[in-house]
């Protein structure tokens, strides 16, 4: 739409349509749609995802049947109203699903679910095929349709189900279940869903706009603040979030603005007449309002505890400011002349690691899409907070602007060691982790987390250091496994294009650095 384009998008970016091209992963969302590929795919029957009106419940719905279209070894049929009004009608749908009746022709209940029987041991045995019927507005499901359903979940092998079933329904279904007991004590995985926490909701934002630019950079549209009024208002509600950032996208195009602050958002609140959202008083809103801004202008100051195995500080100090005749370019130089840091950095670099051993930079890499600081240093140090932005910006004084950082770019990581010797400092040394590759270089393991499908397993890059192996960059598998039987079970599943290079990994070099602080954090 050309009034978008005052915005610099190509699209509308809070469209209400359940598009699995604008499905933000946050960790609920991811998690759920992991454990319910793994369910389909293991065979394990029914599965109940429950959820407010808005959580993105119908997102999650398009997106799992999205995520398996491609596979030749799944059919998947989706059920977008079961509000049926007897058994008959319930049979007949389901047989129109599987191709096995037509409109004229005149069949009983008993037929049917012969001809049902018949499909399913055929295509599940025979054929080794996986059937999976996904149900969205479970809520409406009558009791007689359960009864059904748990009839086919009898149709089973020794080994697994022969119909996977997967329910998505709001908050009343859980009442459902408790009337139904032989019916929810076949449930193999009963995840609810919530409303978004702050960040999520920041990044939402930004995903969707992101999205929605394309080739250009992401448009910095919303202050903190106005983050801040978005997320008081819905409550992290994601439908809610969609509308009222709608709404002021709306304001900011008839205004001719190219910035929401605090109290466009508010006025876009008030002007609602639904009465959907969350009002917050005067005296509290200026108390809040003045929170995050000390917050925000001076968290940085603060450097959070953390299971450091060296004082960083001093070491990347000393690295950038010890007096000798290779004197780093002052902070003006460096706009015009990044290869002049390029070459000071690798020289002071590789002259220290030559004396510390464990390196004090980690590498470079050269953005290939519009990226933030603030996404980069959560991709290679497993989270993000002001103590990890102030030793990036410390080695990329070009970088003016943390929240955008351009496609081309060159961005420098420092070496921020988080612990060593995982024999002796993980408490659970049992876990089995799924390597996808290892690279020796940061840009290598960078090329190959962008290049890699959206839709598959969420993948973390972990960088570590030791004498045996020296500076390493793994990709591994988002979530560990306890049971290294599970974890080959899994291997199995996954494409070949993927799976061909797997190995797994649950011990690493007794005097290994590690860099990423979310291999600490799963490992207890």
Not at 12 to 32: I, M, R, T, V
Not at 89 to 115: H, N, Q, T
Not at 195 to 222: H, Q
Request: some cysteine; proline content about 5%.
């Amino acid at each position: 739409m050309d009034y978008f384009q005052l915005l610099r998008l190509n699209k509308e970016p809070f469209s209400n349509s359940p598009d699995p091209a604008f499905f933000y992963p946050s960790k609920q969302h991811a998690g759920c749609l992991q454990k319910l590929e793994i369910a389909i795919r293991l065979k394990r029957g029914l599965n109940v995802i429950i959820g407010d009106v808005g959580t993105g419940k119908t997102t999650l719905c398009r997106h799992i049947v999205r995520r398996f279209a491609e596979d030749t070894n799944v059919r998947m049929y989706l059920i977008l109203d079961p509000g049926f009004k007897n058994t008959h009608e319930f049979l007949m749908e389901v047989a129109r699903l599987f191709g096995l009746v037509s409109d004229e022709e005149p069949l009983d209940e008993w037929a049917i679910k012969e001809r049902v029987k018949k499909y399913l041991y055929a295509e599940g045995v025979d054929k080794k095929k996986i059937i999976a019927i996904i149900i969205d507005e479970g809520q409406k499901i009558p009791y007689f349709c359960l009864e059904l359903l748990r009839e086919f979940l009898n149709y089973e092998t020794n080994e697994h189900k022969l119909l996977q079933i997967v329910i998505f329904a709001q908050q009343e279904f859980k009442a459902v279940l408790n009337q139904h007991a032989n019916f929810s004590d076949r449930i193999n995985i009963c995840h609810e869903l919530g409303p978004l926490g702050f960040f999520d909701t920041v990044r939402k934002i930004r995903f969707r706009l992101n999205k929605a630019s394309e080739d250009r950079a992401t448009p910095n549209i919303f202050t903190w603040p106005a983050f801040w009024a978005v997320y008081w208002a819905t409550r992290g509600y994601p439908r809610k979030i969609l509308h009222l950032c709608h709404l002021v996208l709306l304001a900011l195009i008839i205004q001719n603005n190219t910035r929401a602050n605090y109290f466009l958002v508010r006025s876009c609140i008030k002007r609602d007449s639904a009465g959907r959202y969350y009002q917050m008083g005067t005296l509290k809103t200026l108390i809040v309002t003045l929170c995050i801004c000390l917050a925000i202008g001076w968290g940085g100051q603060r450097i959070p505890s953390f299971n450091i195995k060296q004082p960083v500080s001093k070491v990347l100090n000393k690295f950038f400011h010890n007096t000798s005749d290779e004197k780093l370019p002052d902070e003006s130089d460096l706009n015009t002349n990044e290869t002049t840091m390029d070459n000071a950095i690798q020289s002071r670099s590789t002259k220290t690691d030559q004396a510390d051993r464990s390196p004090i930079i980690l590498g470079k890499i050269s953005c290939l899409r519009n990226e933030s600081l603030q996404d980069l240093i959560r991709l290679f140090y497993g989270t993000f907070n002001p103590w990890y932005l102030r030793y990036v910006r410390m080695v990329n004084p070009q970088i003016k602007d943390s929240m955008s950082v351009d496609r081309g770019q060159t961005v420098h990581f420092p070496g921020v060691p988080m612990t060593s010797s995982p024999a002796n400092k993980m408490e659970n040394k049992n876990l089995w982790w799924l390597e996808l590759a290892q690279y020796k270089h940061i840009h290598e393991a960078y090329a190959y987390y962008i290049n890699y499908p959206d839709d598959a397993p969420e993948i973390m890059i972990l960088p570590y250091w030791n004498k045996k192996e020296g500076l390493t960059f793994s990709v591994l598998y988002a979530i560990p496994f306890e049971d290294q039987m599970a974890a080959t079970q899994f291997i199995d599943q996954l494409p070949q294009f993927i799976s061909q290079n797997c190995r797994l990994r649950n011990q690493w070099e007794e005097e290994t650095t590690f860099f990423s602080k979310r291999m600490i954090d799963l490992s207890y």
